[in-house]
């Protein structure tokens, strides 16, 4: 007699895990719409930032997207993200892969999955020189700036647990906000810090990047959990570039020694999606 009653149930569990199945592929979803969003912050040169001229996003990561959505062959689309909203962004659908300077660590892995890790940077300190502050024990009891949803603030109390940690919705105000005085030290991944301090023009004599790094910092593009197909197509594309010797070309254009940043070389290969620790 209850038989009538398991058969709707039954068909109706069936319906429900097919239907996750069908959405479970983002890829194909992808390739149905014709585009690609990538969410990027816009704001951290030179990995995304808006173009003076054209209003347009480039940078290192801006041209790897690129890369990917000619691999998938669709459309790239950028959308702004603030640093705290990447993930959730990610999570919710908003945009399909995440090129928002995001750094790999064991926490993260809980909440996305990572691509082939294409920079590796590290976290530093600016101050003005006027602070007398020379090394990164000297921020005890004292204000640091960096932005809200960043690893920068919590790498920084690993090594100085008394600091007091300000956040900004961007790097950009907090970085405006060393300038006015508000803390005494503006912490960012040491490629955006380098940037940032270029900004200064020739007030730029007056701060000083403090020599210690506080973490090692593997960025990746971050993927929502379990999109497989879109983990290969990130990472097939990334190989390619290695391979080709076209990553080192478009990493020497924003990062090397006749860029804004002049670093010498590039002492990292885009081989791997395995981080330490």
């Known amino acids: 007699m209850r038989i009538p009653f398991i058969l709707p149930l039954l068909t109706s569990a069936l319906i429900a895990l097919s239907s996750f199945a069908v959405h479970a592929d983002q890829l194909s979803d992808i390739k149905k719409k014709g585009e690609i969003v990538f969410g990027v912050l816009g704001t951290d040169e030179p990995n995304s930032f808006i173009d003076p001229k054209t209003r347009d996003y480039i940078g290192y990561e801006v041209d790897l997207a690129k890369a990917v959505a ?27 892969v995440l090129a928002a300077s995001l750094t790999h660590n064991k926490e993260r892995e809980a909440q996305v999955d990572f691509g082939l890790t294409h920079l590796v940077t590290g976290s ?39 600091a007091e940690i300000v956040t900004f919705e961007s ?40 020599p210690q790094n506080l973490s090692i910092e593997p960025l990746a593009f971050g993927i929502k959990k379990g999109e497989v197909a879109v983990k290969k197509a990130v990472d097939d594309t990334l190989r390619s570039l290695e391979k080709s010797g076209e990553a080192e070309k478009i990493f020497l254009k924003w990062y090397g020694p006749d860029s804004r940043l002049k670093f010498p070389s590039r002492d990292f290969k885009i081989d791997t999606d395995k981080i330490e620790g």
């Not at 003005?128 to 204000?143: E, F, M, R, W």
């Open 70 to 96: 000619k691999h998938i062959g669709v459309k790239p689309v950028f959308k702004q993200l603030a640093v705290a909203a990447r993930i959730p962004e990610l999570q919710q659908g908003h945009v399909d």
């Open 124 to 162: 530093k300190v600016l101050v003005k020189k006027s602070s007398g502050i020379t090394n990164v024990s000297d921020l005890a009891g004292k204000k640091a700036l960096t932005v809200k949803g960043g690893t920068q603030g919590p790498n920084l109390l690993k090594v100085v647990p008394t």
């Open 171 to 210: 790097t950009q105000q907090a970085f405006q906000a060393l300038q006015q005085g508000k803390g005494v030290a503006y912490i960012n991944d040491e490629a955006s810090l380098i940037s940032d301090f270029h900004k200064l023009g020739s007030a730029n004599k007056d701060y000083v990047i403090l």
